[in-house]
Protein backbone atom coordinates (compact mmCIF):
# COMPACT_ATOMS: atom_id res chain seq x y z
CA UNK A 1 0.00 0.00 0.00
CA UNK A 2 1.35 3.02 -0.76
CA UNK A 3 1.55 5.71 1.66
CA UNK A 4 2.98 8.39 -0.41
CA UNK A 5 1.36 9.07 -3.70
CA UNK A 6 2.75 11.56 -6.81
CA UNK A 7 -0.31 11.08 -9.23
CA UNK A 8 1.41 13.11 -11.88
CA UNK A 9 3.86 10.99 -13.66
CA UNK A 10 5.64 14.35 -15.49
CA UNK A 11 4.03 17.48 -15.84
CA UNK A 12 5.41 20.21 -18.49
CA UNK A 13 5.59 23.86 -17.62
CA UNK A 14 7.12 26.98 -19.05
CA UNK A 15 10.03 29.03 -18.49
CA UNK A 16 8.76 31.82 -15.83
CA UNK A 17 5.40 30.19 -15.24
CA UNK A 18 4.64 28.76 -11.52
CA UNK A 19 5.55 24.63 -11.37
CA UNK A 20 2.76 23.28 -8.65
CA UNK A 21 4.17 19.35 -7.89
CA UNK A 22 1.55 17.94 -5.79
CA UNK A 23 1.60 14.80 -2.91
CA UNK A 24 -1.01 13.00 -0.80
CA UNK A 25 -0.46 10.71 1.91
CA UNK A 26 -2.18 8.19 3.80
CA UNK A 27 -0.37 8.10 7.58
CA UNK A 28 -1.53 10.42 9.72
CA UNK A 29 1.26 9.63 11.74
CA UNK A 30 3.43 11.56 9.21
CA UNK A 31 5.59 14.36 10.77
CA UNK A 32 7.89 15.65 8.85
CA UNK A 33 7.45 16.28 5.25
CA UNK A 34 10.37 16.45 2.63
CA UNK A 35 10.89 17.41 -1.29
CA UNK A 36 13.71 16.44 -3.13
CA UNK A 37 15.30 17.01 -6.61
CA UNK A 38 16.49 14.35 -8.64
CA UNK A 39 18.45 14.72 -11.96
CA UNK A 40 19.85 11.75 -13.57
CA UNK A 41 22.66 9.77 -12.44
CA UNK A 42 22.84 11.33 -9.26
CA UNK A 43 21.52 11.21 -5.82
CA UNK A 44 18.18 13.14 -4.78
CA UNK A 45 19.43 16.50 -3.54
CA UNK A 46 17.38 17.96 -0.71
CA UNK A 47 15.11 21.41 -1.48
CA UNK A 48 12.84 22.76 1.52
CA UNK A 49 10.77 20.41 4.10
CA UNK A 50 7.96 21.42 6.52
CA UNK A 51 6.97 20.28 9.72
CA UNK A 52 3.33 19.20 10.37
CA UNK A 53 3.16 22.20 12.71
CA UNK A 54 3.05 24.30 9.46
CA UNK A 55 0.89 24.87 6.62
CA UNK A 56 3.78 27.10 4.07
CA UNK A 57 7.58 27.03 4.20
CA UNK A 58 9.09 29.49 2.16
CA UNK A 59 12.37 29.00 0.66
CA UNK A 60 13.45 31.27 -2.36
CA UNK A 61 11.92 30.61 -5.44
CA UNK A 62 10.36 27.31 -3.55
CA UNK A 63 7.51 27.36 -1.41
CA UNK A 64 5.60 24.09 0.59
CA UNK A 65 2.32 24.08 1.60
CA UNK A 66 0.88 21.35 4.18
CA UNK A 67 -3.06 21.40 4.08
CA UNK A 68 -3.21 18.63 7.11
CA UNK A 69 -6.88 17.68 6.77
CA UNK A 70 -6.58 16.87 2.83
CA UNK A 71 -3.12 14.92 3.90
CA UNK A 72 -1.92 17.07 1.11
CA UNK A 73 1.20 18.76 0.13
CA UNK A 74 2.60 20.80 -2.84
CA UNK A 75 5.54 22.55 -3.83
CA UNK A 76 5.55 25.73 -5.68
CA UNK A 77 7.98 26.71 -8.02
CA UNK A 78 8.27 30.85 -8.96
CA UNK A 79 9.19 31.44 -11.88
CA UNK A 80 10.71 27.87 -13.11
CA UNK A 81 13.61 28.11 -14.59
CA UNK A 82 15.59 25.48 -17.11
CA UNK A 83 17.94 23.84 -14.43
CA UNK A 84 14.73 22.70 -12.39
CA UNK A 85 14.07 20.12 -14.84
CA UNK A 86 14.42 16.99 -12.90
CA UNK A 87 12.76 14.24 -10.89
CA UNK A 88 10.99 16.22 -7.88
CA UNK A 89 9.90 13.11 -5.32
CA UNK A 90 8.23 14.40 -2.03
CA UNK A 91 9.14 12.10 1.17
CA UNK A 92 7.63 11.68 4.55
CA UNK A 93 8.91 10.76 8.26
CA UNK A 94 6.73 9.95 11.24
CA UNK A 95 9.88 11.04 13.55
CA UNK A 96 10.38 14.41 12.21
CA UNK A 97 13.18 13.30 9.17
CA UNK A 98 15.18 10.73 11.47
CA UNK A 99 13.72 7.74 10.47
CA UNK A 100 13.34 5.93 7.01
CA UNK A 101 11.62 8.30 4.72
CA UNK A 102 8.79 7.16 2.97
CA UNK A 103 8.70 8.54 -0.39
CA UNK A 104 6.48 8.83 -3.66
CA UNK A 105 7.39 7.57 -7.11
CA UNK A 106 8.43 10.89 -8.27
CA UNK A 107 6.97 13.46 -10.56
CA UNK A 108 9.36 14.52 -13.90
CA UNK A 109 9.21 18.53 -14.59
CA UNK A 110 10.03 20.12 -17.43
CA UNK A 111 10.23 23.35 -18.14
CA UNK A 112 9.99 24.52 -21.89
CA UNK A 113 11.76 27.47 -23.16
CA UNK B 1 33.18 19.29 1.82
CA UNK B 2 33.13 15.60 0.76
CA UNK B 3 29.72 14.40 0.05
CA UNK B 4 28.39 10.90 0.73
CA UNK B 5 29.98 8.62 -1.51
CA UNK B 6 29.15 5.10 -3.12
CA UNK B 7 30.68 2.20 -4.66
CA UNK B 8 30.68 0.73 -6.69
CA UNK B 9 29.01 3.16 -9.29
CA UNK B 10 28.37 0.22 -11.14
CA UNK B 11 27.52 -3.84 -10.73
CA UNK B 12 26.97 -6.10 -12.76
CA UNK B 13 26.69 -9.69 -11.69
CA UNK B 14 24.97 -13.11 -12.21
CA UNK B 15 21.90 -14.38 -10.33
CA UNK B 16 22.94 -16.24 -7.17
CA UNK B 17 25.96 -14.54 -6.98
CA UNK B 18 26.36 -12.35 -3.29
CA UNK B 19 27.35 -8.63 -3.44
CA UNK B 20 28.75 -6.05 -1.44
CA UNK B 21 27.77 -2.27 -1.53
CA UNK B 22 29.93 0.07 0.33
CA UNK B 23 28.64 3.75 1.94
CA UNK B 24 30.75 6.12 2.71
CA UNK B 25 28.85 8.73 4.69
CA UNK B 26 29.67 12.86 5.52
CA UNK B 27 32.36 12.87 8.38
CA UNK B 28 30.68 13.71 11.38
CA UNK B 29 27.63 12.29 10.23
CA UNK B 30 25.87 9.89 12.96
CA UNK B 31 23.26 8.68 10.96
CA UNK B 32 23.31 6.48 8.30
CA UNK B 33 20.54 5.11 5.75
CA UNK B 34 20.37 2.45 2.98
CA UNK B 35 17.29 2.82 0.33
CA UNK B 36 16.73 1.49 -3.07
CA UNK B 37 14.97 2.48 -5.88
CA UNK B 38 13.73 -0.09 -8.51
CA UNK B 39 12.81 1.03 -11.78
CA UNK B 40 9.33 3.32 -11.97
CA UNK B 41 9.33 3.19 -8.41
CA UNK B 42 9.50 5.59 -5.63
CA UNK B 43 13.11 5.08 -3.13
CA UNK B 44 12.32 2.08 -0.68
CA UNK B 45 13.73 2.80 2.92
CA UNK B 46 15.99 -0.55 3.78
CA UNK B 47 18.23 -0.10 7.27
CA UNK B 48 18.95 3.07 9.16
CA UNK B 49 21.65 3.00 11.73
CA UNK B 50 21.98 5.89 14.41
CA UNK B 51 25.36 5.88 16.42
CA UNK B 52 25.94 2.73 18.17
CA UNK B 53 22.13 2.14 18.61
CA UNK B 54 20.44 -1.83 17.28
CA UNK B 55 19.61 -0.51 13.29
CA UNK B 56 16.23 0.13 11.95
CA UNK B 57 16.15 -2.95 9.86
CA UNK B 58 11.88 -2.82 9.27
CA UNK B 59 12.83 -1.95 5.74
CA UNK B 60 14.82 -5.16 4.42
CA UNK B 61 12.95 -6.95 2.08
CA UNK B 62 14.31 -10.85 3.37
CA UNK B 63 16.95 -12.43 5.03
CA UNK B 64 19.20 -12.42 2.08
CA UNK B 65 19.73 -8.09 2.40
CA UNK B 66 21.94 -7.53 5.77
CA UNK B 67 24.23 -4.62 6.49
CA UNK B 68 26.85 -3.69 8.83
CA UNK B 69 28.72 -0.15 9.87
CA UNK B 70 31.56 -0.12 11.55
CA UNK B 71 33.42 2.18 13.44
CA UNK B 72 30.55 4.31 13.55
CA UNK B 73 31.42 5.21 9.98
CA UNK B 74 31.29 3.26 6.50
CA UNK B 75 28.77 0.94 6.20
CA UNK B 76 28.18 -2.14 3.83
CA UNK B 77 25.24 -3.83 2.58
CA UNK B 78 25.36 -7.15 1.61
CA UNK B 79 22.71 -8.70 -1.05
CA UNK B 80 23.56 -12.64 -0.92
CA UNK B 81 22.24 -15.36 -3.57
CA UNK B 82 20.95 -11.94 -6.00
CA UNK B 83 18.16 -12.65 -7.42
CA UNK B 84 17.43 -10.78 -10.65
CA UNK B 85 13.97 -8.47 -8.84
CA UNK B 86 17.25 -7.26 -7.10
CA UNK B 87 18.69 -5.08 -10.00
CA UNK B 88 17.92 -1.33 -9.02
CA UNK B 89 20.12 1.31 -7.59
CA UNK B 90 21.13 1.48 -4.05
CA UNK B 91 21.19 4.74 -2.47
CA UNK B 92 22.87 5.57 0.92
CA UNK B 93 21.76 8.66 2.76
CA UNK B 94 23.61 10.07 5.74
CA UNK B 95 22.25 12.96 8.49
CA UNK B 96 23.99 15.09 10.82
CA UNK B 97 22.22 13.33 14.14
CA UNK B 98 18.79 11.34 14.42
CA UNK B 99 17.38 14.22 16.22
CA UNK B 100 13.86 15.29 14.23
CA UNK B 101 14.52 17.85 11.78
CA UNK B 102 17.28 16.72 10.21
CA UNK B 103 18.00 16.30 6.69
CA UNK B 104 19.34 13.06 4.60
CA UNK B 105 21.85 13.73 2.15
CA UNK B 106 22.57 10.95 -0.39
CA UNK B 107 25.15 9.25 -2.45
CA UNK B 108 25.14 9.34 -5.96
CA UNK B 109 24.04 5.44 -5.95
CA UNK B 110 25.45 2.00 -7.08
CA UNK B 111 23.58 0.63 -9.97
CA UNK B 112 22.96 -3.17 -9.31
CA UNK B 113 21.82 -5.24 -12.46
CA UNK B 114 21.49 -8.89 -11.57
CA UNK B 115 21.45 -11.33 -14.94
Known amino acids: DQQVKQNSPSLSVQEGRISILNCDYTNSMFDYFLWYKKYPAEGPTFLISISSIKDKNEDGRFTVFLNKSAKHLSLHIVPSQPGDSAVYFCAASKGGGADGLTFGKGTHLIIQP | GAGVSQSPSNKVTEKGKDVELRCDPI?????LYWYRQSLGQGLEFLIYFQGNSAPDKSGLPSDRFSAERTGGSVSTLTIQRTQQEDSAVYLC?????????????FGPGTRLLVL
Open chain 2, 27 to 31: SGHTA
Open chain 2, 93 to 105: ASSRSGRTRVTQY
